[in-house]
């Protein structure tokens, strides 16, 4: 190897692998050690708290016989005392438990008799602390806790060592019992592992070294060998580029994901030029996804062939069947791909698939982040003149600004304002900007997905948005012509032609798309909230559309009211098998007004279910729909149902009324539901029973595991072996929404409580990680089912077939219940109830 390329293989190889040993021992003893010596000691504080509870539990134990009068309570506290007094533990079976009552008195002391009965509130350790107070003041504030101090090692009086004690009141006897470790025997532990972590820091150098030697020799042998390769590349270029030239159809060469040739008859067909064609990538000239391509390659010694289209020159799509070859290009994998344009004939006998992939292109697209396109606002404050305002964006080249008062912002001007409402109507420039402000603001979350901000340009006719970050704070701006470009994608398009449907019937065919959409999506990879998101759009707009025709029909209502829906609708959580679930909320009235409201809105309610079923969303079995005159009620009526509910000590009741909780706006006036969810989190207040009830519901579930660990299934059909997956994802949704409603959130969607839940650190980071993954899992399989349920003629549900899964798919799902299991506990600290 010559000496400068030695040179840099030192610098880029053996200099970097020599810090990196170096960081790596210094992070053993930085950050690795003081883990294990953290960790330790967690476990020790562990094991005494459990073995006091233990103890603990003996002298409740005695205390139930006092309770049954068996015997006194003299009787049982001498009991209790002997029994505990002979307890033993630890490697030499010698660490014990002690105990004192609250004055402090000693009880109890199997190594030092002598203090037994005496008053301890003098008693200090050699460091004066005075160590039985501590533990009564411990005892008397939180029930429990550690205490630490000097103490005799064991039965040796004559050894004075740290000690680390945990201790637990027994209220009704007034007793403390406590149990400790000696720290000297943490630290001994520790400087074990100390040992073997410099051992091992020692053999891992040794070996780095020797493989850095082997690494070193064996470069210069590739340094020959690459110089041999390359006079080999050089014949094989030739041959293959008399190839690709010799082709009757347009032919391209890659290796890897470069083009390194391409023909005449290529050329013609996509109409750019050689050096052009060079310098694209696959995806710039087709539509197809090359990855997804070479992924496809099972044998290969065969070709994978698909249709897709070209990207002509001149903003031109054609029709053409590819075939891909794979080839051995000098020691590396190349590709051939043969381009045929497909006959006019063959383009309309192919048109539906054609479409079908169109719409999961653009589908694909429109489910991105608008955080690309966020740009930041420009700002003024209230006092700023009109001339002053347009010479800011003037100078900083911006066609929008914020006013803002304080640090709020309250108002909105663009150039239109300037032109419309300052020349045009002549006004003064001096005057405020206040004056031809537009108020309040529109906003979006800074996490909405690109067609959810179309959706609001269309419906507000408005040229620029404010975005919020995670705290509802502006930070941002995106304007209509940024994202002009996607107004056609299939997402507004359908919903788009809701808007315009004039007949149920119309309504029905575009609900029958949803699972086209939704197939596309799955086959696309997409996560499951950005398919659930998209369907929960398509369904409001259809309500809406429903209930506009409707109220076309049979008049205006006699009052200001909101269309509320809940359960998975009102999570924005739908799949192709769902019911309705949905009310109607008007607004309080008296007399012969409130039951003309009644007698509208039950009208009103029973024609939008019917026409709903009608599309394509089932009756609710349970009638929880607006055309039941119960779930037709005035805004007071609804805040007592739902006081109700939470006052309940009925865990049924709880249990059946869990789905109200999810309630959303999708029609009316908002405030209704707005004031709903505001006397709902007040009404939550201190109700501990009803969160009980509601945690039991989710612990009461029992995965549907033998006792070996295998799936079981109480729905058996044939050679299926089947799951309902709804029953599944209930707890997961119950634990979170339990979460979400104590803590007054306002989200209705599961995984953006989950998220709020983690931003306000009231679950874990690994908690929100793995939920969020189990909860998308289960939903895949959910869709992924109903698809297949749709594609084979037979109506969509929540049942899968076990034996169709994999086994990783199936170990996932056994995974999952152990993720339930950790929920269950952490309800069963969190909510402990108070019945």
């Known amino acids: 190897m010559p000496g400068k390329d030695l040179h840099k293989f030192y610098l880029s190889i053996v200099f970097p692998s020599i810090a990196a040993i170096g960081l790596f021992i210094l992070s053993m003893f930085i950050f690795i050690l003081p883990y294990f010596e953290q960790n330790i000691m967690d476990k020790k504080k562990e094991m005494i708290s459990e073995l006091t509870n233990t103890a603990w539990s003996l002298l409740e134990e005695f205390d139930n016989e006092t309770l049954n009068e068996n015997i006194t309570r003299e009787e049982a506290q001498l009991a209790a005392v002997a029994k505990i007094e002979q307890i033993r533990y630890g490697a030499e079976?010698?660490?014990?438990?002690?105990?004192?009552?609250?004055?402090?008195?000693?009880?109890?002391?199997?190594?030092?008799?002598?203090?037994?009965?005496?008053?301890?509130?003098?008693?200090?350790?050699?460091?004066?602390?005075?160590?039985?107070?501590?533990?009564?003041?411990?005892?008397?504030?939180?029930?429990?806790?550690?205490?630490?101090?000097m103490w005799q090692w064991k039965d040796d009086s004559t050894r004075i060592v740290p000690k680390l004690s945990y201790v637990r009141g027994y209220k009704p006897w007034g007793w403390i019992i406590g149990t400790g470790i000696y720290l000297e025997d943490v630290n001994e532990e520790i400087k074990t592992i100390r040992k073997r972590l410099v051992n091992i820091s020692l053999l891992i150098t040794l070996f780095i070294s020797v493989v850095l030697s082997f690494v070193i020799r064996q470069s210069l042998n590739i340094e020959n060998k690459r110089k041999s390769a390359e006079s080999e590349l050089l014949l094989s270029k030739q041959k293959y580029k008399s190839l690709v030239e010799a082709s009757t159809e347009g032919t391209l060469m890659?290796?890897?994901?470069?083009?390194?040739?391409?023909?005449?008859?290529?050329?013609?067909?996509?109409?750019?030029?050689?050096?052009?064609?060079?310098?694209?990538?696959?995806?710039?000239?087709?539509?197809?996804?090359?990855?997804?391509?070479?992924?496809?390659?099972?044998?290969?010694?065969?070709?994978?062939?698909?249709?897709?289209?070209?990207?002509?020159?001149?903003?031109?799509?054609?029709?053409?069947?590819?075939?891909?070859?794979?080839?051995?290009?000098?020691?590396?994998?190349?590709?051939?791909?043969?381009?045929?344009?497909?006959?006019?004939?063959?383009?309309?006998?192919?048109?539906?698939?054609?479409l079908a992939q169109e719409l999961q292109t653009s589908l694909l697209l429109m489910n991105q982040s608008i955080k690309p396109l966020i740009n930041e606002p420009l700002k003024c404050s209230v006092d700023t003149s009109i001339h002053d305002a347009a010479a800011l964006m003037t100078r900083k080249q911006r066609d929008v600004l914020f006013i803002q008062r304080e640090k709020s912002i309250i108002g909105v001007i663009n150039d239109s304002d300037l032109k419309k409402r300052v020349l045009a109507e002549d006004l003064d420039a001096r005057k405020s900007v206040m004056e031809i402000m537009t108020s309040p603001v529109k906003t979006i979350s800074g996490n909405a997905l690109l067609y959810e901000a179309i959706l609001v340009f269309k419906n507000n006719n408005i040229s620029h948005l404010a975005t919020k970050n995670e705290k509802g704070i502006v930070d941002g701006v995106i304007s209509y012509e940024d994202i002009t470009g996607m107004q056609q994608n299939s997402v507004s398009y359908i919903i788009k032609e809701v808007e315009i449907s004039e007949d149920v019937e119309q309504l029905r065919k575009i609900h029958n798309r949803v699972p086209v959409l939704v197939n596309a999506l799955l086959e696309s990879g997409d996560k499951t909230q950005n398919i659930t998101r998209i369907i929960t759009s398509i369904s409001d707009a259809i309500v809406d559309r429903i209930i506009a025709l409707e109220i076309e029909n049979i008049g205006p209502p006699p009052c200001e009211f909101a269309f509320m829906v809940m359960g998975s609708e009102g999570r924005m959580e739908q799949t192709l098998s769902t019911d309705q679930d949905n009310a109607i909320i008007f607004e309080n009235l008296k007399g012969k007004k409130l039951d003309e409201a009644r007698e509208y809105f039950l009208k009103l309610g029973r024609q939008v279910s019917h026409h709903l079923n009608e599309v394509g969303y089932k009756f609710c079995d349970g009638e929880i729909m607006a055309s039941n005159p119960k779930w037709s009620q005035s805004l007071s009526v609804w805040k007592k149902y739902f006081s109700e509910w939470i006052n309940s000590s009925d865990p049924q009741s709880i249990l059946e009324a869990s789905i109200f909780f999810d309630f959303r706006c999708v029609y009316g006036k908002k405030g209704f539901v707005n004031k709903l969810r505001q006397h709902v989190n007040k009404a939550l207040d201190g109700k501990s029973v009803f969160f009980y009830h509601l945690a039991q519901s989710v612990v009461k579930f029992k995965p549907p595991l033998s006792f070996t660990g295998k799936i079981i299934s109480k729905n058996h059909s044939g050679d299926h072996l089947n799951l309902d997956i709804k029953k599944i994802i209930f707890p997961i949704v119950g634990f979170i929404r339990l979460y979400a409603l104590n803590n007054k959130l306002d989200e209705t969607n599961t995984l953006q409580?989950?998220?709020?839940?983690?931003?306000?650190?009231?679950?874990?980071?690994?908690?929100?990680?793995?939920?969020?993954?189990?909860?998308?899992?289960?939903?895949?399989?959910?869709?992924r089912f109903q698809a297949k349920s749709i594609l084979e003629n037979r109506l969509p549900d929540n049942i899968i077939d076990l034996n169709k899964l994999t086994h990783i798919e199936v170990g996932t799902l056994k995974k999952i219940f152990s993720e339930i299991g950790d929920l269950q506990t952490k309800l069963n600290f969190d909510f402990k109830g108070t019945m």
Request: charged residues 30%.
């Open 753 to 783: 409580r989950l998220r709020q839940l983690h931003l306000q650190e009231i679950i874990t980071k690994a908690m929100y990680d793995e939920l969020v993954l189990s909860y998308n899992y289960l939903m895949h399989l959910r869709f």
């Open 254 to 354: 890659f290796l890897g994901k470069n083009i390194i040739f391409s023909n005449i008859k290529f050329s013609n067909l996509i109409g750019f030029d050689s050096a052009k064609i060079m310098s694209m990538k696959f995806e710039e000239m087709f539509t197809a996804d090359w990855d997804l391509i070479l992924s496809s390659f099972n044998d290969k010694k065969r070709s994978v062939s698909l249709e897709t289209r070209i990207k002509c020159s001149g903003d031109v799509e054609k029709e053409v069947i590819i075939s891909v070859s794979q080839i051995q290009y000098a020691g590396d994998q190349g590709y051939i791909v043969v381009v045929k344009e497909i006959s006019h004939e063959e383009q309309l006998e192919k048109e539906t698939e054609h």
């Open 93 to 149: 079976n010698k660490d014990y438990f002690w105990i004192i009552d609250e004055h402090p008195i000693m009880i109890m002391h199997p190594y030092r008799p002598e203090l037994i009965l005496k008053d301890l509130t003098d008693y200090k350790d050699p460091n004066g602390k005075k160590l039985f107070v501590e533990a009564t003041k411990l005892v008397d504030q939180d029930g429990e806790g550690f205490i630490d101090y």
